[in-house]
């Protein structure tokens, strides 16, 4: 039934090689249906599936990983690096076609592994994490979803499959940050993501509807062909919308509230959300529709602002944070502020982002599973007031914390210095003045990075032990937490390795990625300047946080001056989006409510009191006696002989 389809290569696409049905790449459709199939299997065996279900959720990740390494391999063996499969007809209607297809090419496989191998590592972590709670296969269950959600939204040909992965994204995350439901702050976090996500789920939908309207199509190599066609104007309000949903997956700003409160769920699912998967897929979209970004220079702009504000945004209010899973989830903010800067420069920056992007979901795994094996010996504490002097009882823990607060940092030879730096260099590279705005904004946000997480880092593991009285004695986590963690920690290390040098090769051939078709401008500083001053910023934010807090930290909440203050209650964000947009919406609806229960209810309520009170006021004049009648008719008649001589008479015309 499956058939390859046979398209004419274009070029924003790169070419399509189409493989017969047989060949191993014609097979990628496992990497979806293997998840998806566990998550039914968990959730349909019910309890019967408690003991062994598990093992399930990991085994089919794992197997997708193999099969995705297998065709980035096969991949690499192919002359134009892509291969497009045609399922079947999805949709048909009128002149309305979609296929339900997929595509394979470079900027697919790196997701592909990124997903399933980072997911890998964070089921397995979370087999021993969820040990003790009843729920742990439905939670499996859960988890395998939301793979094979991501895995569709990255995989698919078009735009319409993009919104199915898309939303079947956010239906599992709000299924896993709300897992512990009994929990009123866990089910509140889970409807604040789910809420959040449709704002900016609503601007991708619109811009698909935009796509068929003005292009009469939705397929990826069409759409991008068809943008030349365009207006400017249509361009930008596409670019606008496709933004809105990159935003509200990504946790950007405006829509970055829900990020840090999705930490409610257990830590596996803050690793599986912050590092590899749905924080991922507002980039993933932008890197995809590069064509469209590419085309308006304004489009690019309000792109590279929100990366820069959301990326200073974040690291401003970390620094403030005392919960451990909340200054990483802000750091995540900011990490991905900087691939929206990428994205956002276009050329070759496009392909620096996806560079980061791999290297933040191997150190902020690290440092999210790190968190959870902290409270794991910490009775599920979570405020680095009360941690210090954790290193000398959670060596493996300590360890590998250490190598990811040095990746994250960006500190040579870690990965986040191969992949943050050089965006800090494009950003240089702009022509125009803004080159000043948004590099010294990313120089900034280095050395609060450097600042916040060295805080972390320092008040966690080093210093006088600040526990409260119920601990007394911290341990290490067993091996099926720590054997992860040892893998991850060597991703932070080695992956820097791998992004020496030029744009890795297999990158360059990524739908447009890896050049682009600008030319490199001279930037306003040298790039050996750039590299010192990235340096010299982050090594004294970190010197400067080792200073203040090596000796520990107050346990409790002191006074502070207005920018502190400010951070601790996230710049005021949230209090914006409570008087801009939730008291307007809810006095709305309330209105809304009363109109139509004093107004148009009160209106039909009315008419027909109307009809039944006059109709009984009519029924008594039918008493049944007859003399009655008589009058009724004798009293009709009068009134007709007055009218006939009040008309003889002339008083009536």
């Known amino acids: 039934m499956m058939e390859i389809l046979a398209k004419a290569p274009v070029e924003p696409v790169g070419d399509v090689t189409y493989a017969t049905a047989e060949g191993l790449l014609g097979s990628v459709w496992l990497l979806v249906a293997i998840p998806l199939v566990s998550a039914a299997v968990l959730l349909l065996l019910g309890r019967r599936a408690d003991r062994w279900g598990h093992w399930l959720g990991v085994a089919s990740v794992g197997v997708a990983f193999l099969l995705g390494l297998t065709y980035f391999f096969q991949l690499r063996g192919l002359e134009n690096r892509s291969v497009e499969l045609s399922l079947w007809d999805f949709i048909a209607v009128g002149d309305l076609r979609v296929d339900f297809g997929l595509l394979f090419d470079p900027l697919a496989a790196v997701f592909v592994l990124l997903i399933t191998g980072v997911g890998s590592l964070i089921h397995l972590y979370a087999v021993e994490y969820m040990a003790h709670d009843p729920g742990r296969r439905r939670f499996f269950a859960y988890f395998n979803l939301f793979v094979a959600a991501m895995l569709l939204l990255v995989l698919g040909n078009n735009y319409v499959m993009l919104f199915f992965g898309w939303e079947g994204v956010g239906l599992a995350s709000y299924l896993l940050i709300s897992f512990w439901y009994v929990r009123p702050a866990a089910a509140t976090a889970g409807k604040k993501a789910f809420l959040m996500n449709r704002v900016g789920d609503a601007g991708l939908l619109i811009g698909i509807f935009i796509m068929f309207a003005t292009l009469g199509t939705t397929q990826y190599d069409e759409v991008f062909t068809g943008v030349g066609s365009l207006t400017a104007t249509t361009v930008l309000l596409l670019g606008l919308l496709l933004l809105l949903g990159a935003a509200g997956k990504s946790g950007q700003f405006p829509l970055q509230a829900w990020l840090p409160d999705a930490m409610e769920g257990p830590t596996p699912v ?5 590092a590899a998967t749905m924080v991922t897929a507002g980039v993933y979209l932008i890197a995809r529709s590069n064509p469209i970004f590419s085309a308006n220079s304004t489009l690019q702009l309000i792109v590279v602002s929100v990366g820069a504000l959301t990326l200073l945004l974040g690291a401003i209010i970390g620094m403030a944070k005392d919960d451990i899973k909340r200054v990483l989830a802000w750091s995540t903010v900011s990490q991905i502020g900087y691939m929206f800067l990428g994205v956002g420069l276009g050329g070759a920056a496009y392909a620096l982002a996806i560079v980061h992007l791999l290297a933040h979901g191997f150190f902020k795994a690290n440092m999210f599973l790190g968190a959870g094996s902290v409270m794991h010996g910490m009775k599920d504490q979570v405020d680095i007031r009360r941690f210090g002097g954790l290193a000398k009882y959670m060596k493996i823990t300590w360890l590998t914390f250490m190598a990811g607060w040095l990746a994250i940092i960006g500190l040579p030879p870690f990965s986040g210095f191969f992949s943050k730096e050089p965006i800090i260099v494009a950003a240089f590279e702009r022509d125009d003045w803004t080159a000043w705005l948004f590099g010294m904004a990313a120089l900034l946000g280095a050395g609060l990075t450097a600042f916040y997480m060295t805080r972390l880092f320092v008040l966690t593991f080093h210093g006088p032990a600040r526990w409260t009285e119920e601990i007394d004695h911290p341990h290490e986590s067993p091996k099926l937490m720590t054997i992860p963690l040892i893998l ?20 360059e051939a ?10 490199a401008h001279e930037t306003v500083l040298s790039h050996l300047a750039i590299t010192i001053l990235s340096i010299g910023v982050t090594v004294l934010g970190a010197g400067l946080a080792w200073f203040l807090f090596r000796r520990g930290t107050a346990t409790e909440p002191q006074p502070a001056g207005v920018l502190v203050t400010a951070a601790r209650k996230n710049l005021y964000t949230d209090a914006v989006n409570e008087t801009v947009f939730e008291k307007p919406g809810i006095f709305l609806t309330r209105a809304l409510v009363y109109l139509d229960n004093r107004g148009i209810d009160g209106l039909v309520n009315a008419l027909a009191a109307g009809v039944g009170g006059g109709s009984g006021r009519l029924r008594r004049l039918q008493t049944g006696f007859v003399r009655s009648y008589a009058t009724s008719i004798l009293a009709g008649a009068l009134l007709v002989v007055a009218a006939f001589l009040a008309v003889e008479a002339g008083w009536l015309v």
């Open 510 to 519: 990524t739908a447009g990625l890896g050049g682009g078709s600008e030319a």
């Open 270 to 274: 803050s690793a599986l959300i912050h």
């Open 488 to 507: 991850l920690a060597v991703g932070s290390i080695g992956a820097g390795a791998l992004m020496v040098g030029p744009v890795p090769e297999w990158l």
